[in-house]
């Protein structure tokens, strides 16, 4: 049974940093892309960052630079830095696996599984 459990959003001021967590269980974590979406109130989710099983990163424009995507294979593990927050980045934020695919990817239907999210929320 795959599980993705996230944990380390909270409430920050803008300008402050976090790191989003992400324990995977259940899937052959270092074979398997990971991902994280957000979604804000009121809108659609939408692609933040991907990492290969091998560590390559993709990263949607918004967070480049500001975010860094980042797996412990041996702890089956995907982490997100969150630097120099801004409102704007005020969302659940959810964790997601592509199951068996090493490859990374910004489309959310290329992903399998879902964590339950985490909410990050930045006020000004």
């Known amino acids: 049974q795959v599980q993705l459990v996230e944990s380390g959003g909270g409430l920050v001021q803008a300008g402050a940093s976090l790191t989003l967590s992400c324990a995977a269980s259940g899937l052959p974590f270092s074979s398997s892309a990971m991902g994280w979406f957000r979604q804000a109130a009121g809108k659609e989710r939408e692609f933040v960052a991907s990492?290969?099983?091998?560590?390559?990163?993709t990263y949607a424009d918004s967070v480049r630079g500001r975010f860094t995507i980042s797996r412990d294979n041996g702890k089956n593990t995907v982490h997100l830095r969150v630097n120099s927050l801004k409102p704007e980045d005020t969302a659940v934020y959810y964790c997601?696996?592509?199951?068996?695919?090493?490859?990374?990817?910004?489309?959310?239907?290329?992903?399998?599984?879902w964590g339950q999210g985490t909410q990050v929320a930045v006020s000004s």
């Open positions: 997601a696996v592509r199951f068996g695919s090493p490859y990374y990817s910004q489309q959310e239907s290329a992903y399998n599984y």
């Open positions: 990492i290969s099983g091998s560590g390559y990163t």
